[in-house]
């Protein structure tokens, strides 16, 4: 059974600042890999999908990596903003011809101006 | 992208009645569509996936009695949870597949 775990749980930086969150999967054999972000008590929204093929994926001052072998992604976020506080969930696909996603618990950050 | 719709946004109701969620997808069709509960502080968790014409797919303890799912179209996914308690309290999210998952906003349930 596939598990994601994230880790901070919890991140406070001071605005401006680069920072680096972590997750990990048990099951190196995932379609995809994708990162959400979450505003209290809203949806989700799609940041970045790495196909398994893939190594990064770039959207703006997000970069997210993948190194599938080892069980892991990074979400990279340049020069952050107070905008930018929320809670940010790492999602695998195991397969490809099923949709189903498994979450970790998310990490939270906040950005202080 | 595409957008997926869910209503109500937040619902109150009294414990023992029971209340339906739409969710519905307004620019392409999905034939599957997903439904998730998030407790407070913790992670989505998928609870079954609709499927348009035929039955849902139950995750392991997740009552279907309890959890009634309709797919009625291939733009329409309801989610009626029976006499509620207040421990069905939770955030429940949907999301349909278009070449990615895209997700509603969500729909705030709390059982009095």
């Known amino acids: 059974k596939q598990e994601v775990t994230q880790i901070p749980a919890a991140l406070s930086v001071p605005e401006g600042e680069n920072l680096v969150l972590n997750c990990s999967f048990t099951?190196?054999?995932?379609?995809?890999l994708q990162w959400f972000r979450q505003d209290p008590g809203k949806g989700l929204t799609s940041l970045l999908l790495?196909?398994?093929?893939?190594r990064e994926q770039t959207s703006g001052r997000l970069n997210a990596s993948l190194d599938k072998s080892s069980g892991r992604s990074t979400l990279y976020i340049a020069a952050s903003q107070p905008g930018d506080s929320a809670t940010y969930l790492c999602?695998?696909?195991?397969?490809?011809?099923?949709?189903?996603?498994?979450f970790g618990k998310g990490t939270k950050l906040s950005v202080i101006p | 992208g595409a957008v997926v719709s869910q209503h109500p946004s937040w619902v109150i109701c009294k414990s023992g009645t029971s209340v339906k969620i739409e969710c519905r997808s307004l620019?392409?069709?999905?034939?599957?569509m997903f439904w998730y509960r998030q407790f407070p502080k913790q992670s989505l968790m998928l609870m079954a996936t609709?499927?348009?014409?035929?039955?849902?797919?139950?995750e392991q303890g997740v009552e279907k009695d309890k959890f009634l799912i309709n797919h009625a179209s291939l733009t329409l996914s309801t989610l009626t949870v029976t006499s509620a308690h207040p421990e069905d309290s939770s955030f429940y999210i949907c999301?349909?597949?278009?070449?990615?998952?895209?997700f509603g906003p969500g729909t705030r349930l709390t059982v009095l």
């Open positions: 790495i196909q398994s093929s893939q």
């Open positions: 999301s349909a597949p278009y070449n990615e998952q895209f």
């Open positions: 620019d392409f069709q999905a034939t599957t």
């Open positions: 099951d190196s054999a995932i379609y995809n």
């Open positions: 609709s499927n348009e014409g035929s039955k849902a797919t139950y």
């Open positions: 999602a695998v696909q195991s397969g490809a011809g099923s949709y189903q996603l498994t």
